[in-house]
């Protein structure tokens, strides 16, 4: 299985949309503690760390501390400087509450410890078995806030963890038990380049009280693979990812965070001087890892001074020169809030002066940080947008045709019929036409009757009576044209009135087609939002059950091999058990004068076997002979070896000694 120290595995639910770069620029916080050594009393004639403005002077030549000129020391600038009386309090009042809160604020943490060997990096981030330390206490803290989220905003969440360590270049999982553990291979996702670590085993948790136990898998260094029982320092550097992922329904959003825990071991050189078991090549590894990074630091540095440096690509060549820096890649210069606790002793001029140019180096850093913040299943939703806006553009696409045919087709009627201001002038022409007949048939009238009172069998009459009636049929047929033209115009508006109402009642079916399918894609929106919820809560139950198993499992069986041990041991036995020929058999106590007898187990000179055992005079079986050397497979039960035969020495009440 292939673990993505970034975002999970949820990655399947969002979607590849071009966005804009909203990150913002993040300086990495740096931290001094200094520690102080009993016995040096100069300790501050060299350095002096000052709380009150957040600054270390150091003096470069022997002039006094007082004089503060830049020719004879050199000023150190940190985020927040703890003095020597400062407690485990004071450094996580300062740190846990705003490393928290960016955490569920859907930014990603890191909080790294520097420092020389027996520094108080280890005491200051992970504790001691009571605890005190930051780790168990923001995850403590981290748990009860998650917690009250629950109950007043309604969030759902899930936590996993990840504790690994990287030794001599090889990264192991500290989750795992010791004789289990193998080198991990980490390498580079093609599509997103976040880090990802093979065959890694994530516990999932549901509290605090779950948590405890891979906690104290940490903080035993007993149980890593670079701890050396004989220096007791650490040659390991130790990472503990919590990877929190909260759902909130009612406001539809996603956030995923992780937050880093990193132990460093000493920032000084190992040689073989304090070292003299390892070998060259081994010496050479673990060094490996703080030059590379202190290379990719000064890298860095560089590239946030120069602009020309600082466009390229973040993914440069210096981090991948350890397995360290590999996994610092987002810590330093990527998606992370990183805080750095520098811890050292003013007494150690080479080692605090190290220690102090790294984290004012460190501290020249630039992070660009975003929330990873999204919306729950949020591709589907994408998915199901631009499916209704399909749809929605094939509806509005297949009426723009309709209303096309028909303006088509009204315009074909209008090109045979005739307009209204044209029917209005023909009507006027018409009208002054025939006021205008109307008068000459009125002066003919008058003309006929004078002439037919004059002369009544004129042959005139006939003609003008022909021209009349021409005239007639001619006033009578523009009147039926025109009637024709009137009654097509009005056919014409009515069916204009019927596609005008047909149209506002398909725009008003529409528009309740409309807001149905606003209801039903709020209704799918929320479905998804549940079933995204379920979904998510589903899958933390299972790895939480997938965890648990596993642990009970590893359990059972350290209760059988402990079962198994315990079984072996012979138990001591009391009491002594009588012969029948009145002989005892007591139990040879270890480290008594019997145990270096042949009787006893610890016989280095003769054979250990029931074939050696002599038996006394006074037995019941006494043997003409010794016997031969026979060895007998192991039986569980009494152990004769270590049994001795004794006569019975008690007096009889007749003997006079």
């Known amino acids: 299985m292939h673990w993505n120290l970034m975002s999970k595995e ?166 795992v038990p010791l004789p289990e553990r193998k080198p991990l291979k980490l390498h580079r996702s093609s599509s997103t380049m976040d880090l990802e670590i093979k065959d890694i085993r994530p516990a999932h948790v549901s509290s605090f009280e779950d948590l405890k136990s891979y906690i104290q898998s940490v903080q035993n260094s007993g149980n890593r693979m670079g701890y050396s029982s004989e220096a007791e320092r650490s040659r390991s550097h130790v990472v503990f990812q919590l990877h929190i992922e909260q759902r909130n329904r009612g406001r539809d959003i996603l956030k995923n965070s992780s937050l880093y825990l990193i132990d460093l071991h000493g920032a000084e050189k190992f040689d073989k001087r304090t070292e003299n078991t390892l070998s060259q090549d081994a010496l050479k590894k673990l060094n490996q890892s703080i030059e590379a990074l202190k290379n990719t630091v000064e890298c860095l540095e560089i590239k946030n001074l120069d602009s020309i440096y600082s466009a390229k690509a973040s993914h440069s060549s210096t981090y991948r020169e350890s397995q360290l820096t590999e996994v610092l890649q ?128 004129n042959s005139i009459n006939d003609e003008v009576s022909e021209i009349l009636m021409k005239r007639c049929e001619q006033i009578a047929q523009l009147e039926l044209s025109f009637d024709r033209q009137v009654n097509a115009n009005s056919k014409l508006e009515k069916e204009l009135e019927y596609k005008k109402s047909k149209e506002e009642a398909l725009e008003s079916m529409n528009v309740k087609l409309l807001e149905q399918i606003q209801l039903q894609e709020k209704e799918i929106q929320e479905l998804l939002t549940t079933n995204a919820i379920l979904k998510g809560e589903l899958e933390t139950h299972t790895k939480l059950n997938e965890t648990r198993n596993e642990r009970i499992k590893y359990l059972e069986g350290s209760v059988k091999e402990l079962g198994i041990n315990k079984s072996a041991t012979p138990s001591p036995r009391k009491g002594s058990v009588s012969s029948s020929s009145g002989n005892t058999m007591s139990h040879i106590e270890e480290g008594s004068e019997l145990s270096n007898s042949p009787w006893s187990l610890n016989a280095p000179s003769k054979p250990v076997g029931w074939g050696v055992r002599k038996v006394s005079s006074s037995s019941i079986a006494t043997m003409g002979s010794q016997e031969s050397f026979t060895p007998r497979p192991f039986k569980k039960g009494l152990n004769l070896h270590s049994i001795k035969v004794t006569p019975n020495t008690s007096k009889s009440p007749d003997s006079g000694n």
């Open 10 to 175: 949820q990655t399947a639910s969002s979607v590849s949309l071009p966005t804009v770069d909203n990150s913002e620029p993040c300086h990495i916080e740096v931290l001094l503690r200094t520690v102080p050594e009993k016995g040096l009393q100069n300790n501050e004639s060299t350095f002096k760390a000052s709380s009150s403005d957040n600054t270390v002077l150091f003096r470069t030549s022997n002039g006094p501390l007082q004089n503060t000129t830049g020719d004879t020391h050199s000023t150190f600038q940190f985020d927040k400087v703890f003095n020597a009386n400062a407690t485990q309090k004071d450094v996580q009042d300062f740190l846990l509450d705003p490393t928290i809160n960016d955490v569920l604020n859907g930014y990603n943490s890191t909080i790294l410890t520097y420092g020389p060997s027996f520094s108080g990096k280890s005491y200051s981030l992970i504790g001691s078995q009571d605890g005190g330390g930051i780790l168990p206490n923001i995850c403590k803290a981290l748990f009860s806030t998650l917690e009250d989220r629950v109950k007043t905003k309604g969030n759902n969440f899930s936590v996993s963890v990840l504790a690994f360590e990287i030794y001599m270049e090889k990264t192991y999982d500290l989750l």
């Open 330 to 457: 987002d810590s330093l210069g990527g998606n992370r809030k990183t805080k750095v606790i520098l811890t050292c002793f003013l007494s150690n001029v080479p080692t605090t002066l190290s220690t102090l140019k790294f984290g004012d180096s460190i501290r020249q850093i630039n992070n660009r940080v975003m929330d990873n913040t999204s919306g729950l299943n949020l591709k589907k939703k994408m998915d199901l947008f631009v499916q209704d806006m399909k749809i929605k553009d094939d509806n509005y696409i297949s009426q723009i045709n309709i209303l096309k045919a028909e303006i088509d087709t009204l315009k074909g009627h209008s090109s045979q019929s005739v307009s209204k201001e044209d029917l209005a002038t023909k009507y006027d022409d018409s009208k002054k036409e025939n006021t205008k007949l109307k008068l000459q048939l009125d002066s003919i009238a008058q003309l006929l009757n004078r002439l037919t009172t004059e002369n009544p069998n």
